[in-house]
């Protein structure tokens, strides 16, 4: 059996993997911008739970402070 192979086939074998190459990088940056978005998702959280924490402390204290004076 005779593999014969022509310029043709090459060029369409590098077109193939250019395409493939953009097809890569595009979804590559699109990967890149939503993890940037859930990474700001993540920081507000944090944030919000730090706020949220503190003032659960806050309320302990506050009770505690109440069943020192009886």
Avoid: H, W
């Amino acid at each position: 059996m005779d593999n014969k192979r022509g310029p043709n086939d090459l060029e369409e074998q590098i077109d193939m993997l250019t395409k493939q190459k953009e097809y890569l990088q595009k979804k590559c940056r699109e990967a890149g911008e939503v993890i940037f978005k859930q990474e700001g998702k993540y920081v507000s959280l944090e944030k919000e739970y730090d706020k949220v924490c503190e003032e659960r402390d806050n309320f302990e204290r506050m009770l505690r402070n109440g069943d020192d004076t009886k």
